[in-house]
């Protein structure tokens, strides 16, 4: 019909002229297949039930996405102590027989063995499979809907890739004046990566974008060099930023423990070096409290307390004049000290800075643009050349102690998404308005 024909082409060229954004289209069977198998609400995992090894009770299957185990692109790497298996069509299907683990051999899936593997635990050559992997009663139809996702799992169809292009998103307060000097650095540190091949044979770019602007879908990735992330993004979008996002969502990674937590530090420094259990607040302090300013307007009451307590950011929100009346042991939590950070991080930013040629007005604001970079372009080349927005994400969370980060090491994981979590407690002197060098490191990870 001459209407489905128009529509087609009108596809075919938006396609052609946003080469970047996604134009994979999925098929109706292959987006609930999706939906079980990431555990979208109100999918069919709702309604399953799973039985594991040889329990007799049914557990609601709501818990057992498959991705939790074999991954967002059914690679098969996620780390729970098992090795599930690499459940691509492509890996299920090959035309001989596989070796998988334990020794176990089995010939290439159909439909129908797949459903048995699924229903009943039993492989391909009707072996029996680990009881880490859970009998699921879906329906012949709904696994049909899986096996048709698992056709294109590993597809690459997200926004902001190309053949030879890849654009990451900075989001940024255009009103802020360290914008500029981060953008200058992040330019030099795209230029200098695709100079010798960018990711893997793609050219990175960094796109200034709005907090509004971010939210729509025109960049593979993001970073929010300031502050954390904003609400209403995508869930799939991988997100670093610096500190945690007020809401946790699945892409998004922190580099830095959370106001909240460095709060929670500064408390256990006051319970552990004074034996202090109750921390007041700086607004209502009097002689001889320990209190915490959580704000800088309470700064003209707290100097009567004899030990004030604050985070980084508050300190420096507070104007000098006010710093200058907080008593002589006063403290200041901070997430990234120069002590933690790798002496090769440390020169390799200070050559990114001289080449932007920035002055040093911005120089905190710029490391963590330059941090949250280095933690992408790291996952970046560890996904590879067949890159996706989930790969990138399962690729964050497999990351162990990376040093190249303005930052303390960075670790993640499947269930932690906040790459360093403690803070440096160090000694404010109001006086001479220096911080002392050295301090002591509280872990917020226990
Ligand atoms: C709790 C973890 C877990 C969950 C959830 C899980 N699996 Fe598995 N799965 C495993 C493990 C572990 C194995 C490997 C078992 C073995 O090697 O004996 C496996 C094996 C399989 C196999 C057999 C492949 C082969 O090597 O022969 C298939 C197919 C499979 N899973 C599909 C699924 C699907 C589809 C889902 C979601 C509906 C799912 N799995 C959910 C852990 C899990």
Same mark, same amino acid.
């Not at 991988?238 to 945690?244: E, Y």
């Not at 997430?335 to 080449?355: D, E, M």
């Given at each position: 019909?001459?209407?489905?024909?128009?529509?087609?082409?009108?596809?075919?060229?938006?396609?052609?002229?946003?080469? *970047?954004?996604?134009?994979?289209?999925?098929?109706?069977?292959?987006?609930?297949?999706?939906?079980?198998?990431?555990?979208?609400?109100?999918?069919?995992?709702?309604?399953?039930?799973?039985?594991?090894?040889?329990?007799?009770?049914?557990? *609601?299957?709501?818990?057992?996405?498959?991705?939790?185990?074999?991954?967002?692109?059914?690679?098969?790497?996620?780390?729970?102590?098992?090795?599930?298996?690499?459940?691509?069509?492509?890996?299920?299907?090959? *035309?001989?027989?596989?070796?998988?683990?334990?020794?176990?051999?089995?010939?290439?899936?159909?439909?129908?063995?797949?459903?048995?593997?699924?229903?009943?635990?039993?492989?391909?050559?009707?072996?029996?499979?680990?009881?880490?992997?859970?009998?699921?009663?879906?329906?012949?139809?709904?696994?049909?809907?899986?096996?048709?996702?698992?056709?294109?799992?590993?597809?690459?169809?997200?926004?902001?890739?190309?053949?030879?292009?890849?654009?990451?998103?900075?989001?940024?307060?255009?009103?802020?004046?360290?914008?500029?000097?981060?953008?200058?650095?992040?330019?030099?540190?795209?230029?200098?990566?695709?100079?010798?091949?960018?990711?893997?044979?793609?050219?990175?770019?960094?796109?200034?974008?709005?907090?509004?602007?971010?939210?729509?879908?025109?960049?593979?990735? @993001?970073?929010?060099?300031?502050?954390?992330? *904003?609400?209403?993004?995508?869930?799939?979008?991988?997100?670093?930023?610096?500190?945690?996002?007020?809401?946790?969502?699945?892409?998004?990674?922190? @580099?830095?423990?959370?106001?909240?937590?460095?709060?929670?530090?500064?408390?256990?420094?006051?319970?552990?070096?004074?034996?202090?259990?109750?921390?007041?607040?700086?607004?209502?302090?009097?002689?001889?409290?320990?209190?915490?300013?959580?704000?800088?307007?309470?700064?003209?009451?707290?100097?009567?307390?004899?030990?004030?307590?604050?985070?980084?950011?508050?300190?420096?929100?507070?104007?000098?004049?006010?710093?200058?009346?907080?008593?002589?042991?006063?403290?200041?939590?901070?997430?990234?000290?120069?002590?933690?950070?790798?002496?090769?991080?440390?020169?390799?930013?200070?050559?990114?800075?001289?080449?932007?040629?920035?002055?040093?007005?911005?120089?905190?604001?710029?490391?963590?643009?330059?941090?949250?970079?280095?933690?992408?372009?790291?996952?970046?080349?560890?996904?590879?050349?067949?890159?996706?927005?989930?790969?990138?994400?399962?690729?964050?969370?497999?990351?162990?102690?990376?040093?190249?980060?303005?930052?303390?090491?960075?670790?993640?994981?499947?269930?932690?998404?906040?790459?360093?979590?403690?803070?440096?407690?160090?000694?404010?002197?109001?006086?001479?308005?220096?911080?002392?060098?050295?301090?002591?490191?509280?872990?917020?990870?226990?």
């Amino acid at each position: 019909m001459a209407h489905t024909t128009r529509t087609s082409a009108l596809i075919a060229l938006i396609c052609f002229l946003l080469v *970047p954004v996604a134009c994979a289209e999925r098929s109706a069977s292959q987006e609930r297949g999706r939906a079980i198998y990431f555990g979208d609400n109100g999918s069919a995992l709702d309604g399953a039930e799973v039985q594991i090894g040889a329990l007799t009770t049914k557990l *609601p299957a709501r818990t057992f996405p498959c991705a939790s185990c074999h991954g967002r692109t059914g690679s098969g790497q996620s780390e729970r102590g098992v090795n599930p298996s690499q459940i691509t069509r492509d890996a299920l299907t090959r *035309p001989y027989s596989v070796k998988e683990s334990a020794g176990r051999k089995r010939p290439p899936y159909t439909a129908a063995t797949f459903r048995n593997a699924v229903r009943n635990g039993k492989d391909s050559g009707g072996n029996a499979l680990a009881e880490a992997m859970p009998r699921f009663n879906f329906t012949d139809k709904q696994l049909a809907d899986i096996w048709a996702f698992l056709e294109v799992i590993d597809d690459v169809t997200d926004p902001g890739v190309s053949d030879d292009a890849i654009r990451v998103g900075v989001v940024v307060d255009a009103a802020n004046p360290v914008t500029q000097p981060q953008q200058k650095l992040l330019n030099v540190l795209a230029a200098d990566i695709n100079k010798i091949g960018g990711v893997n044979g793609r050219a990175l770019t960094f796109v200034p974008l709005t907090p509004k602007g971010a939210a729509g879908d025109t960049v593979f990735a @993001l970073i929010v060099p300031q502050g954390a992330a *904003p609400a209403g993004l995508a869930a799939d979008v991988p997100v670093i930023s610096v500190l945690p996002p007020p809401v946790a969502a699945a892409g998004a990674f922190a @580099l830095v423990t959370s106001e909240a937590d460095q709060v929670a530090a500064l408390k256990r420094f006051a319970a552990e070096t004074w034996g202090v259990v109750r921390v007041k607040d700086a607004c209502a302090a009097r002689k001889g409290d320990t209190v915490l300013l959580a704000a800088a307007s309470c700064a003209g009451s707290a100097k009567v307390a004899s030990r004030v307590l604050m985070t980084q950011s508050v300190f420096a929100s507070t104007p000098p004049a006010s710093r200058s009346q907080l008593p002589p042991d006063s403290y200041v939590s901070i997430a990234a000290p120069l002590s933690r950070i790798a002496p090769n991080a440390q020169a390799a930013f200070a050559k990114t800075r001289s080449r932007a040629g920035n002055d040093k007005s911005a120089i905190l604001a710029e490391a963590d643009a330059y941090s949250a970079a280095a933690l992408l372009v790291e996952a970046l080349m560890r996904t590879g050349r067949d890159v996706s927005r989930a790969g990138v994400i399962e690729n964050i969370e497999g990351i162990r102690n990376f040093e190249g980060a303005m930052t303390p090491p960075l670790s993640f994981g499947p269930n932690r998404h906040v790459g360093s979590r403690g803070a440096e407690i160090v000694r404010y002197d109001a006086k001479t308005a220096t911080l002392a060098p050295g301090g002591t490191w509280i872990d917020t990870d226990m």
